[in-house]
């Protein structure tokens, strides 16, 4: 899970920052991102790995553009998405964040 950490944060955009990280194994025991290792260190069988968070560039265009293009990226590196069969942004939406309206995302790669 190592590996899949660095890759995660070697796409990550500037303009993206993460709220929060769980890794689910296929018994549906939640972790937080402490506790990604699955036990014996194995694949991630049956797994999923869900973070969400928000993106702000002040137009919406361009931050749905890049949460489209990163969730792309992660997809197609075999560091992070080797044994998922899927990784997809489910959810996007408008929110405020302070003083800002941003867009919050969640992205998700399963087994």
Do not use: I
């Amino acid at each position: 899970m190592d590996e899949k950490l660095k890759a995660l944060g070697a796409h990550t955009p500037p303009a993206v920052w993460l709220s929060r990280v769980q890794y689910e194994s296929q018994a549906g025991a939640g972790r937080d991102s402490s506790q990604l290792e699955p036990a014996g260190g194995g694949a991630l069988a049956g797994a999923q790995f869900t973070f969400e968070g928000f993106c702000f560039f002040g137009n919406t265009e361009q931050e749905v553009e890049t949460l489209n293009n990163w969730t792309r990226s992660l997809s197609e590196d075999k560091t992070f998405s080797g044994n998922f069969k899927s990784v997809t942004l489910e959810d996007v939406r408008r929110d405020e964040y302070e003083t800002r309206t941003v867009t919050r995302f969640r992205v998700v790669a399963k087994e």
